[in-house]
């Protein structure tokens, strides 16, 4: 009879063991899931653009086959004009168009910098397609964008994506995927062109 009690009770115990280190793992694992799904998308990350480590980015093999040489007066005369860093500028072109003249989009914005139509009229320029023209254009508004933002890149760039309605409408950068991972592209790409400069 004492020897059933025993049993009983080291049974009991084992079970009450198994169940607490399961219940433990469960929470564990709970736990860790629910983190992975909090950043699974990194659109979703925090936005930290001015960190450090954007310095030792650099591009993919893809990325680097893209050829701004071709632009690259332009692009200096431009940014000579209206003070801007010609790495911005190639920064932006990269994501906006690949360094493509012919470029469309599907709401309408057009050659290297992407300018829609209504900046396009707004700008005076006369021939988005021609790379010299986009180039300076689109170097001009990005400096208007710069001076109204009072040189916040981040609020700037939110603002040449989605348009400077919804940065004023949303205080801050619009809560769209599409803005948020461009400015992540561009700040990609910036970094990229300030430590590899050929002009």
């Given at each position: ?10 049974i ?43 310095s ?17 007066h ?22 906006e ?10 709401k309408g ?5 992407q ?46 994506n ?19 991972k461009?400015i ?11 430590n590899?400069?050929?002009s």
């Amino acid at each position: 009879m004492k020897n059933y009690y025993i049993k009983k009770s080291w049974i009991c115990f084992g079970l009450l063991s198994l169940l607490s280190v399961n219940g433990s793992y469960f929470l564990l694992t709970d736990q860790v899931q629910s983190d992975q799904k909090q950043y699974s998308n990194p659109v979703d990350l925090p936005l930290n653009l001015f960190d450090e480590s954007f310095s030792y980015l650099t591009l993919t093999p893809k990325e680097k086959k893209v050829s701004v040489s071709t632009y690259d007066h332009w692009i200096r005369a431009a940014c000579r004009r209206h003070a801007l860093d010609p790495a911005l500028v190639k920064a932006v072109i990269h994501a906006e168009s690949r360094f493509d003249p012919q470029a469309v989009s599907p709401k309408g914005a057009v050659g290297l910098m992407q300018i829609d139509p209504i900046t396009v009229r707004e700008l005076g320029i006369k021939d988005p397609f021609n790379p010299k023209h986009n180039i300076d254009g689109g170097v001009r508004y990005l400096k208007e964008l710069l001076e109204t933002f009072e040189g916040d890149k981040k609020l700037a760039l939110a603002a040449y994506n989605a348009g400077p309605n919804q940065v004023y409408r949303h205080n801050g950068v619009p809560p769209f995927k599409d803005t948020k991972k461009y400015i992540n592209q561009v700040f990609r790409y910036l970094s990229y062109y300030q430590n590899n400069r050929t002009s």
